[in-house]
């Protein structure tokens, strides 16, 4: 059964679904783990910045993060409108204004999540210590935390409005869903899906959706998540 709660933080909305109460947040660079664990000085990153992977390390790029493919395949030509199309093929017809004449065989749509900024952690404090770092700080009280960052995060940012944004485990499988049904293709949540090789990982990962665009990660200071941490 699925957990899910709603944080009221004032103006700020965050959600919560399936998140273990206590986390842990993985470094290769020991200063960067003193600095999160003394300071609470932590970076915030993006959706779109991991998909370049010339700038991380193999662990944290992920060209295809945020996107997934969209397979529908038909035995007979049918025409794909606004009122048939499922969520990915409606995009591109409310884009193009046309809708699509399919003679049968297979489409493929690929869905993009815009970008939102992203901050990752672990379930586990120990799947994510070869690929992330042997640094390790423990994060006591999941909701806790992501009350006290969301704050923060609402009073420096222009965050969407309700909800600013969630937290969730990863979701390990193929970034491809194929249907033979047009309504069978629904909406997945691009923005937490991994390859399932790196299940291993247990990553739960928090996003917030900005209010414009484009967006750049960035290095913050939140005095008030210290309380929650403490050194593996």
Partial sequence: MATQAVLKLGRARFGLCNVPPVLYK???NPDHAEAFL???SLRVGSLYDFRQVEAHDAARGDANEGRFDFVHRSAFPELITLDNA??????WVEQTGTPIQSSGGSITAQGSHPDCFVFCVSAT???GTAAYGSHGIRIA???GFYSELTRHLAKRLRLLKEPHGFAAPCLYREREAVSRTLSACSEVPMAFIKP????????VRAVWFPASHPIEPFVTRCGDLRSFLSAL
């Fill in 26 to 28: 993985f470094f290769n």
């Fill in 38 to 40: 003394t300071r609470g």
């Fill in 86 to 91: 499922s969520p990915p093929l409606r995009q």
């Fill in 125 to 127: 404090p120990t799947g």
């Fill in 141 to 143: 009280d999941s909701t």
């Fill in 196 to 203: 399932p090789e790196k299940a291993s990982e247990r990553e």
